[in-house]
C-alpha cells in the first residue's frame, strides 16, 4: 500500500558529499514526519535526522551540522545531504516515514534502505 524507496547511495570518499532521497506512494491521508536512521553490524539503528509536518528539524548528534534533512511535499519525497562524510558514517539508511493512511492515528513505515560507504 505505502511503500518508501531509498536512493543515492554509494561510495564516496571522506570529505565527499552525497545525497540521499525517499520517495513515498500509496495512499497517504496525511504527513506526520520523514526521517532517516542507520545502522551498522554490532549497533543499534540510530537516527540521523527527522522532519515534522510543521518543518521541525532534528538530528543525531553524530551529525554535527554535517547533514541537512528537506522534504519535496509535492513529490511526497524527503532527502538527507550529507557533507564532509566520515568512514565512521559508513552503515545501511534506513528511510522512515510517518503517514496517517486511515483514520486519525499516523502509522510507521520503512524503506529497505540503502548502503553508504565512505573510504578512500
Known amino acids: 500500500q505505502v511503500q518508501l524507496v531509498e536512493s543515492g547511495g554509494g561510495l564516496v570518499q571522506p570529505g565527499g558529499s552525497l545525497r540521499l532521497s525517499c520517495a513515498a506512494s500509496?495512499?497517504?491521508?496525511?504527513?506526520?514526519?520523514m526521517g532517516w536512521y542507520r545502522q551498522v553490524p554490532g549497533k543499534e539503528r540510530e537516527l540521523v535526522a527527522v522532519?515534522?509536518?510543521?518543518?521541525?528539524?532534528n538530528y543525531g548528534d553524530f551529525v554535527k551540522g554535517r547533514f541537512t534533512i528537506s522534504r519535496d511535499n509535492a513529490k511526497n519525497t524527503q532527502y538527507l545531504e550529507m557533507n564532509s562524510l566520515k568512514p565512521e558514517d559508513t552503515a545501511v539508511y534506513y528511510c522512515n516515514a510517518k503517514f496517517v493512511v486511515r483514520g486519525i492515528v499516523p502509522m510507521t513505515f520503512w524503506g529497505p534502505g540503502t548502503s553508504v560507504t565512505v573510504s578512500s
Open positions: 500509496g495512499s497517504i491521508v496525511s504527513f506526520d514526519a
Open positions: 522532519i515534522t509536518s510543521g518543518g521541525g528539524t
